[in-house]
Nanobody, 117 residues
Framework: QVQLVESGGGSVQPGGSLRLACAAS????????MGWYRQDTGKQRELVAR????????FYAHSVKGRFTISRDNAKNLVYLQMNSLKPEDTAVYYC??????????WGQGTQVTVSS
């Protein structure tokens, strides 16, 4: 089992920045990939970014490429999502995700990000 806890959400004006953090615990040795998804009210959950365990491969959704950066600190079992140049359409609940051997997946409880003037 893997437990994921997000932090760092909040409200920010357009053009601002936020950094989300995800703390992983439990059977973390089994994790292959971690990432962030988001879901706005009435919309489907969508992938924002992913990063491999080694950190040598990252993927970003087209809508956030160049503005968001995913990174990880394996020593602290943390994954970060640095979000810059935030737009109102980035408003959503952001979920931390962990994938294990392409078979199992785990989710955090989510953290709200609101971008509004």
């Amino acid at each position: 089992q893997v437990q994921l806890v997000e932090s760092g959400g909040g409200s920010v004006q357009p053009g601002g920045s936020l950094r989300l953090a995800c703390a992983a615990s439990g059977s973390i040795f089994s994790i292959n990939v971690m990432g962030w998804y988001r879901q706005d009210t009435g919309k489907q959950r969508e992938l924002v970014a992913r990063i491999t365990t080694s950190g040598d491969f990252t993927f970003y959704a087209h809508s956030v490429k160049g503005r968001f950066t995913i990174s990880r600190d394996n020593a602290k079992n943390l994954v970060y999502l640095q979000m810059n140049s935030l737009k109102p359409e980035d408003t959503a609940v952001y979920y931390c995700w962990a994938g294990v051997r392409g078979v199992y997946e785990y989710w955090g409880q989510g953290t709200q990000v609101t971008v509004s003037s």
